[in-house]
């Protein structure tokens, strides 16, 4: 299984962008799946998570209703829309897949990361 996001790019402030991760693989819907973002210098930091069928979903305080996970297990792809979108949010986002289905906010439950996508938010 693999994931590989896309989406990413340079955006102003106040704009928005659509984050996708695809999966390979036939189980991507018994896997609960994350987005995290880490900007340089900082600690990897939870954004988003979204539970195996996509009925139940966390968020960050720092993104809460700016961002919205969704998935589409019939495409294996989990987005992050991301709204009002402040130079704060300049990171590098990874999606990750939790094969036990925990969609935890904790990123050592996760068994498998994408390479990452670059956001740049300018003021």
């Known amino acids: 299984v693999q994931l590989v996001e896309s989406g990413g790019g340079l955006v102003q402030a106040g704009g928005s962008l659509r984050l996708s991760c695809a999966a390979s693989?036939?189980?991507?819907?018994?896997?609960?799946m994350g987005w995290f973002r880490q900007a340089p210098g900082k600690e990897r930091e939870f954004v988003a998570a979204?539970?195996?069928?996509?009925?139940?979903?966390y968020y960050s305080d720092s993104v809460k209703g700016r961002f919205t996970i969704s998935r589409d297990n019939a495409k294996n792809t989990v987005y992050l829309q991301m709204n009002s979108l402040k130079p704060e949010d300049t990171a590098a986002y990874s999606c990750?897949?939790?094969?036990?289905?925990?969609?935890?906010?904790?990123?050592?439950?996760?068994?498998?990361w994408g390479q990452g996508t670059q956001v740049t938010v300018s003021s």
């Open positions: 693989g036939r189980t991507f819907s018994s896997y609960a």
């Open positions: 990750a897949a939790d094969f036990l289905g925990h969609a935890s906010i904790t990123a050592q439950t996760y068994e498998l």
């Open positions: 979204i539970s195996r069928g996509g009925d139940t979903s």
